[in-house]
């Protein structure tokens, strides 16, 4: 059985790539996307909301800006472990693109 890829995100005001990024990583064998936003006003919101209708996304809103990212981010992690069954979690950046020697992800060993 192929191992779900599940990637993470942490974003704010990042409508200038978010969706570029998600396209691309989902192009290239990642399952599902959980992102947290960090109180964006540029339209990112509504951008990853189109994910979450397909069904391919999970959102939490987290207003808080205080520059600590260990709690969010270890909260996708964990939610993509217990409630997503993920084997495999990207923890990723809007700006960062992960590109898998074999093109996707799926046919490279992790």
Known sequence: MPSRLIMTLLVRDEIDII???IEFHLNHGVDFVI?????SI???RDAIAEYER???AHI????????SQHRPVTRMAHLAR????ADWVLSNDADEFWYPVSRN??????
């Open 19 to 21: 969706r570029e990024n």
């Open 35 to 39: 992102i947290t936003d960090n109180g």
């Open 42 to 44: 540029d339209g990112t």
């Open 54 to 56: 397909m069904g391919i």
């Open 60 to 67: 939490i809103d987290d207003p808080i800006q205080d520059c």
């Open 82 to 85: 217990d409630r997503y069954k």
């Open 105 to 110: 992800f799926k046919n490279h060993p992790l």
